[in-house]
């Protein structure tokens, strides 16, 4: 069976870290996903509210490098918790629990406050950031389809 999801949007709000007992890293957030379609009578698009739960490394990166209205992207699983209430109403709850975080705009484009220096690119979850490659490992090739080796 096959538990994966994909989200891409806004942080509707800061994340908020916390830690549990034994001191794991957990971070909660609220993504902003815009639906795909318009309504017919050319009113606005809506968008969904996702709930995300990050743990760990995760948890602390999405935290210290994300930020309100910023674009994210996310991938983990979705998973149904049930929880009360305070007035003793049984609730069930979707939310996505986080595997890997993905920057989905640059600090320029989410940010028109001034200037912002990239931090060392981190790794987590798999994910490192691509260095630039030197300009010297390309060439110009002909419009000659022969010289192509396949």
């Known amino acids: 069976m096959l538990n994966h ?3 891409m ?13 034994s001191g794991v890293a957990v971070a909660s957030f609220c993504v902003a996903v815009d639906r795909d379609f318009a309504p017919k009578d050319g009113g606005e698009r809506k968008a969904d509210f996702i709930n995300c739960v990050a743990w760990r490394q995760t948890g602390e990166f999405i935290s210290k490098y994300f930020t309100k209205g910023r674009m994210i992207v996310v991938d983990g699983r ?11 109403n049984k609730r069930t709850t979707a939310e996505v629990i986080v595997d890997n975080a993905y920057f989905g705009d640059s600090k320029r484009d989410g940010d028109s406050s001034g200037s912002y220096s990239a931090p060392a690119a981190p790794s987590f979850g798999g994910y490192s950031a691509p260095t630039a490659a030197p300009a010297s490992d390309f060439a110009m090739l002909d419009d000659n389809d022969a010289q192509l080796p396949f």
Do not use: A, C, F, N
Request: proline share 4%; glycine share 12%; aromatic share 4%.
């Open 78 to 88: 979705l998973e149904m918790r049930d929880w009360t209430d305070r007035d003793g």
């Open 5 to 7: 999801i994909t989200i």
């Open 9 to 21: 949007g806004r942080l509707v709000r800061d994340p908020e870290l916390r830690r549990t007992g």
